[in-house]
């Protein structure tokens, strides 16, 4: 069954240190891994897309990275802010540059205290 | 930035009315979808697009209903709102910046829906 998990459900960190989410996945076909940020109320904004070849990405202090032989992906993020609090969402593709089906995590819930 | 809105943001309404969800692109996307979320939930996609006058089922099971008689309007209708239909709709469009790119995702705001 194709399955995306994330890990920790929810995530509590103070301003200005790192953190890094987990997203372990078992879509197959694999075609590309992408992460998005939902802010509450909002709708996801892409952070990161990266495809089979590639094995880290970086979006400002978000960088991504991906191990297709486990099937793993995790997201860093750098000095950490109140504005990135925040659910981080892991999303699978199963198709080429076309969209195929995406399958999505339930995503981390990061708050980030002063 | 995405160029794509969803109409009302937040909509309370009582059992048995009959709504509306608008969402619009200017991108000139094909490819239009509607995904639904609840809280701490994954996104389901319950309709999508793949151009005018093309509209198919997703894999969440819904009764409500869409339409696409314009590339850039892809509005969702609910004929007889009831509880169970409280929920987040997202709307969302697809396509790629360039031959070879890998296709992008652009989601609107959503639009959070209350049925008393």
């Known amino acids: 069954k194709n399955q995306v998990e994330q890990s920790p459900q929810s995530l509590i960190i103070l301003e200005g240190k790192n953190c890094t989410l987990q997203?372990?996945?078992?879509?197959?076909?694999?075609?590309?891994l992408r992460w998005y940020k939902q802010d509450t109320g909002r709708g996801p904004v892409s952070l990161t897309i990266?495809?089979?070849?590639?094995n880290t990405k970086s979006n400002g202090r978000y960088t991504a990275t991906l191990d297709a032989d486990t099937k793993q992906s995790s997201l860093h993020i750098t000095a950490s802010q109140l504005s990135d609090s925040a659910s981080y969402i892991c999303v699978v593709s199963d198709r080429g540059s076309t969209l195929g089906r995406l399958y999505f995590g339930r995503g981390t819930q990061l708050t980030v205290w002063p | 930035e995405a160029d794509i809105y969803q109409t009302p943001r937040y909509l309370v309404i009582g059992t048995g009315k009959k709504i509306t969800l608008e969402c619009s692109q200017t991108?000139?996307?094909?490819?239009m979808y509607w995904y639904q979320q609840d809280p701490g939930m994954e996104l389901h996609l319950i309709h999508y697009s793949y151009g005018v006058n093309s509209t198919e089922k997703g894999d969440l099971s819904s009764e409500s209903t869409v339409s696409r008689i314009r590339t850039e309007h892809f509005p969702l209708t609910l004929e007889s709102a009831r509880p169970s239909h409280t929920s987040q709709y997202l709307c969302?469009?697809?396509?790629?910046?360039?031959?070879?790119?890998?296709?992008?995702?652009?989601f609107g705001s959503g639009t959070q829906l209350s049925v008393l």
């Open positions: 991108m000139g996307h094909d490819k």
């Open positions: 969302a469009s697809s396509g790629t910046l360039g031959r070879g790119q890998v296709e992008k995702l652009f």
């Open positions: 997203c372990n996945y078992t879509v197959s076909p694999f075609s590309n």
């Open positions: 990266m495809t089979f070849s590639e």
